[in-house]
């Protein structure tokens, strides 16, 4: 395991900022997580994890967790407003890639879970990030 002194900022508590976070303390690296947001809750409704998607999270060691509160999915399709098929994705040979099969979760579920997985204290709300300066070797 690799660690260091130094303790990392992630400006966005969105589901890329958690899996940032989650993924440094894996490494042994302290990470604090700042959002603009007084409340974090998930927005918006499906989310489809690509089988590259499902690949990290399994590198993270999350995937076991993750499988029982979404679905698997054979195949997908992305519409229009009109409910018109705009890309035919080939899943199976991104599947066979990656070695995953691609996913379908609610995205507040999603983003619950990973706050879930970061420790108490380093998720502060209300946070909006205006400058940052470079001192030497940090950046404050």
């Known amino acids: 395991m690799h660690s260091t002194d130094s303790t990392f900022i992630i400006v966005g508590g969105g589901i890329a900022g958690l899996c940032a976070a989650i993924g440094l303390a894996k490494v042994g690296i302290e990470a604090h997580v700042y959002e603009s947001a007084i409340e974090l809750k998930g927005i918006g409704a499906g989310f489809g994890l690509a089988a590259n998607a499902m690949q990290a999270l399994e590198h993270l060691g999350l ?39 691609n996913f379908a979760i609610h995205r507040a579920d ?19 990030a205006v400058s940052f300066e470079r001192e030497g070797d940090d950046i404050q």
């Not at 076991?64 to 040979?93: C, F, M, R, W």
């Open 110 to 128: 999603l983003h619950q879970f990973l706050l879930s997985k970061i420790p108490n204290g380093q998720v502060h709300l209300g946070k909006r």
């Open 63 to 101: 995937k076991d967790e993750i499988v029982p509160i979404g679905h698997y999915l054979a195949s997908y399709n992305v519409l229009d407003q009109k409910g018109n098929i705009l890309v035919e994705p080939d899943t199976k040979s991104i599947s066979q890639k990656y070695q995953q099969d």
